[in-house]
């Protein structure tokens, strides 16, 4: 019966092997099992340390992404700083520029007041040098008119009376245009008789005592007064009362 049993086919189970320490597996399966925990310790080694690597790699960039934000935070700081800096630049030069306007403006309004004045006022000296023509002028006529006044025409025989007429007209005619001239380049004449002393326009030369009039009243006039447009060219020589009522209280009163 045994080598019967040893031809049949195995009917058993390999637990009963087990039991008496035999195992049922062949031996290139023992291999197998034994390599295969190995190659499963290698594979999960390996897979450790690409775990790992991950880790690390993870973290790196975690790590640069850290690095990356406080560097842009860094720049924006600096960012901001530059453009208070230009702002402030930019307010500076809006004020130097605003300021040198300002100052080209005034330059050209004074250049321009300058050169109107001197177009305005280039007759000054030489009309102030006409003025003692314009006196002597003005004497002659004032003389001939007095000494016209003063003849006998029913007693003239020798024909005086009309060469003394031509003389005056002639002066008049001169002193007119002479007049019409001055005032074609700005030069007006005035006499300031009775008007109030004028220290700006007038040059006191004596005071005469009148209690009829207000003191400070121009009661004679030695030379009329000339203007150059707005100026004074020559401030008229006269004569101040003296003497008069003021007219302080008048004013005091008008104002009360």
Do not use: C, W
């Amino acid at each position: 019966r045994v080598p019967y049993m040893l031809n049949q086919p195995l009917r058993y189970s390999s637990n009963i092997f087990q039991r008496f320490g035999f195992s049922s597996s062949t031996p290139q399966q023992n291999d197998k099992e034994v390599h295969e925990p190995k190659d499963q310790e290698s594979t999960a080694h390996e897979s450790n340390g690409e775990a790992s690597k991950e880790d690390s790699g993870s973290s790196g960039s975690t790590e640069d992404l850290d690095l990356s934000k406080e560097d842009l935070v860094k720049l924006v700081f600096e960012k901001d700083e530059l453009l208070t800096s230009k702002d402030e630049e930019i307010k500076d030069m809006k004020d130097k520029v605003l300021r040198s306007y300002a100052e080209m403006e005034n330059v050209i309004a004074r250049t321009k007041r300058e050169s109107e004045n001197s177009k305005k006022y280039a007759v000054q000296n030489f009309s102030k040098s006409l003025l003692d023509v314009a006196d002597n002028l003005a004497r002659a006529s004032s003389v001939v008119k007095e000494s016209f006044s003063k003849l006998d025409t029913s007693e003239d025989s020798s024909g005086a009376v009309p060469l003394l007429k031509t003389l005056l007209e002639g002066v008049d005619m001169t002193d007119k245009q002479l007049g019409e001239v001055f005032k074609k380049f700005g030069v007006e004449r005035f006499d300031p008789l009775n008007e109030k002393f004028d220290p700006d326009k007038h040059f006191a030369l004596f005071q005469i005592p009148d209690p009829s009039k207000p003191s400070g009243t121009v009661a004679s006039v030695v030379k009329v007064g000339y203007m150059l447009h707005d100026r004074v060219l020559r401030p008229a020589e006269v004569g101040v009362t003296e003497g008069g009522p003021s007219e302080e209280p008048e004013e005091k009163s008008g104002g009360e």
